[in-house]
């Protein structure tokens, strides 16, 4: 068993535990790749500045969310068909979350359903939704949300056509997933693995199958879901789906300040800063250098949370230097679940914490509510200079006047 102590760690242990086909689900980006790889790289330009002779005892990392007291200004981002990464994995993910302190978000495509991950955890989670063509369907999964006591629905708009990946195309990658002698091989190595599934019955997108009478008889679940991906979502939609929730309302998969603004427009109550991991527009800008222009369309006050590329405390803030309230992280969690259950869940959220409360002292902070953009530098052309520019970037740097979000 190797000393685990990044995230990277947790990834390296994920690849050698988790078949192949559903590792390379995680780590794929759509086409080639470069906005997956963007969202990461991007993050290391951001440096800190160090500074001494100033008190750091008695830090703290505790902050809110949407009025809720969080361990850490950190939310676990929804992974469609977690289950596949481990047995059981959306309620182990849940329940790491609730233990850690911090808000657990559950797909639409879950393999544990909504009612079965509220049964296992005492703390209100997320969900998160799809539209799909069937309003039926939309419908009566905001009603089993309600009824489970979700705290808040977190509406993705970024995926009305499922990006292209071509890891999952060429490794078969479907639901149910296709089984031929060299991945009935693959997944019999990683025993410990099989030997979780085996256990399991949960296996297939529970919150979907029997939902429709369409669902549960067919043979390939992947076609009908992707075929049901709403292409006709416009503002209008947002707008009644947040009437018909009645409750905290997330916007996620804004990457552009137009759609910021617009976003605010219909009474999202936080938006979350997203290309999906880099999974459906390649080419598209990383979150981290899409931020800062969004913070100034939205201005001072709408919460704005970082999504995408986070692979540890430091990337988490730096998110908060460039104008986010908070985060969110995808492959981070997934990564601790692939590669030890809910303890890695735990580790990976351990980690992320150490090192933010870390760097924040040689930044010479307690509070990270006080992290800001005078604790980093910032390259000049970090957002770009861009031809016709939506991103409109000031002259003025931000790093040292302050609080960029003020
Ligand atoms: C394997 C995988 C499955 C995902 N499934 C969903 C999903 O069902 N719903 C959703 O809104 N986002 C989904 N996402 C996107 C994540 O919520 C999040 O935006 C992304 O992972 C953030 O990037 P990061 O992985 O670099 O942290 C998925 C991402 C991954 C890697
Ligand atoms: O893979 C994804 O990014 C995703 O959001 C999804 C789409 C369809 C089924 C499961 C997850």
């Known amino acids: 068993m190797p000393v685990i102590t990044t995230i990277d760690d947790l990834k390296r242990l994920h690849r050698r535990r988790v078949p192949k086909m559903f590792f390379d ?212 939609k947002v707008r009644k789906l947040k009437e018909k929730w009645g409750g905290k309302f997330i916007l996620k998969g804004i990457l552009d300040p137009e759609d910021a603004r617009r976003a605010a427009e219909v009474g999202a109550d936080a938006i979350i800063v997203s290309n999906h991991g880099g999974r459906q527009l390649d080419g598209a800008l990383s979150t981290i250098r899409a931020l800062p222009a969004i913070r100034r369309a939205v201005g001072p006050d709408m919460p704005l949370w970082l999504d995408g590329g986070i692979r540890s405390g430091q990337d988490m803030l730096r998110a908060l230097a460039l104008g986010a309230d908070a985060t969110m992280i995808g492959r981070a969690w997934l990564y601790g679940l692939g590669a030890m259950g809910e303890a890695g869940v735990t580790q990976a959220l351990e980690i992320i914490a150490k090192e933010a409360d870390f760097t924040m002292a040689f930044c010479g902070r307690r509070d990270i509510r006080d992290f800001d953009a005078s604790n980093v530098l910032i390259p000049k052309d970090f957002e770009g200079d861009w031809l016709g520019d939506p991103y409109g970037v000031p002259d003025q740097a931000p790093s040292g006047s302050g609080k960029m979000r003020s």
């Open 25 to 236: 689900y995680c780590e794929s980006g759509s086409w080639s790749e470069q906005t997956f790889r963007d969202n990461v790289s991007d993050f290391q330009r951001i440096r800190f500045r160090q500074r001494v002779a100033v008190d750091m005892s008695n830090r703290s990392l505790r902050s809110t969310m949407l009025g809720q007291e969080v361990a850490m200004p950190l939310a676990l981002s929804p992974v469609g068909s977690t289950g596949m990464q481990n047995a059981d994995g959306e309620i182990k993910a849940a329940r790491a979350a609730e233990r850690f302190g911090v808000p657990f978000t559950l797909s639409t495509m879950s393999v544990c359903s909504i009612e079965d991950v509220a049964e296992h955890t005492s703390a209100p989670f997320w969900f998160q939704l799809y539209v799909m063509r069937d309003e039926d369907f939309v419908d009566r999964i905001i009603e089993r949300a309600k009824r489970a006591g979700c705290s808040a629905l977190v509406l993705t708009l970024d995926l009305q056509l499922l990006g292209q990946r071509h890891k999952d195309l060429k490794n078969g990658l479907s639901t149910p997933p296709k089984l031929t002698p060299a991945t009935m091989l693959d997944m019999s190595r990683r025993w410990r693995w099989a030997y979780g599934m085996a256990r399991t019955t949960r296996r297939s997108f529970a919150n979907v199958v029997g939902h429709t009478s369409e669902v549960g008889n067919i043979a390939d679940l992947s076609n009908w879901t992707n075929r049901q991906f709403d292409p006709q979502l416009d503002w209008e």
